[in-house]
């Protein structure tokens, strides 16, 4: 059952990764290469469309983690399990304090209503959208590595 439990929050943690970081370094440029104001829509729609589903994922993962790190407290990479829930925790608040407060003004603009400092909140985002992207992926390859020793 423990093993189990391991394989599906790696995956589950792994998907997030992917997803995450094909946002930092592959759709962020599409978009920004879109001629006119087709980028800041897109932006506007990926906010809306990611917006409702990555705070499950990001809570489901961290409650995957917590559960496997109790779960298998006194098996061999409990240390590392737990180490990783501690990184999506940063992850989660991160997220909350930094990035969704952007995210909520990004997805209701439109070229008529967007603030004029509208690519310098999107810059800060992708900002620290890496440090998150670097977080998640540190807590991807503790998981995997935990998943082995299990």
């Given at each position: 059952m423990l093993n189990a439990l391991g394989v599906v929050t790696t995956v589950v943690v792994g998907l997030m990764v992917g997803v995450e970081f094909s946002v930092a370094f592959i759709m962020n440029r599409i978009l920004n290469a879109l001629p006119g104001d087709s980028g800041q829509l897109g932006h506007a729609h990926g906010g809306r469309m990611l917006g409702a589903l990555m705070p499950f994922w990001y809570?489901?993962?961290?409650?995957l983690g917590a559960v496997w790190a109790v779960a298998g407290w006194h098996h061999h990479g409990a240390g590392l399990v737990?180490?990783?829930?501690?990184?999506?925790?940063?992850?989660?608040?991160?997220?909350?304090?930094?990035?969704v407060p952007i995210n909520n003004r990004n997805k209701t603009w439109t070229p008529e209503n967007r603030p004029a400092d509208w690519k310098q909140q999107l810059h800060r985002w992708d900002r620290y959208h890496y440090v998150r992207v670097a977080i998640i992926i540190a807590a991807f390859a503790l998981l995997a590595t935990a998943?082995?020793?299990v």
């Open positions: 809570i489901g993962s961290l409650v737990a180490t990783a829930a501690a990184l999506l925790i940063v992850s989660v608040i991160m997220s909350m304090l930094l990035l998943l082995v020793l």
